[in-house]
């Protein structure tokens, strides 16, 4: 059974950080783009960043240069780094494990506020 569990998410002023963490079981890691996704009330939920296996990462515009994802393959983990946090990034964040071949998983979510 595969479980994808973040962690790390809270409630933060404008302008501070957050890590979120995601651990995965019941899959072969390496196998899949890991990535983060979000959803804030009444919008769909939107790519924050991605990984793939050996590296390669992708934003969204709007958390470039702000954010930061990375991957421990060999700890079956994903961690977003979030910084200079905006009202604009309050949202449920969700963990995703995609493969073409071997399907797609969703983590549970962890609630990220940044408000004064």
């Known amino acids: 059974q595969v479980q994808l569990v973040e962690s790390g998410g809270g409630l933060v002023q404008p302008g501070g950080s957050l890590r979120l963490s995601c651990a995965a079981s019941g899959l072969i890691f390496s196998r899949y783009i890991m990535g983060w996704y979000r959803q804030a009330p009444g919008k769909q939920r939107e790519m924050v960043a991605t990984v793939t296996s050996d590296g390669s990462t992708n934003y969204a515009d709007s958390v470039k240069g702000r954010f930061t994802i990375s991957r421990d393959n060999a700890k079956n983990t994903v961690n977003l780094q979030m910084n200079s946090l905006k009202p604009e990034d309050t949202a449920v964040y969700y963990c995703?494990?995609?493969?073409?071949?071997?399907?797609?998983?969703w983590g549970q979510g962890t609630q990220v506020t940044a408000s004064s």
């Open positions: 995703r494990a995609e493969s073409l071949r071997w399907g797609r998983y």
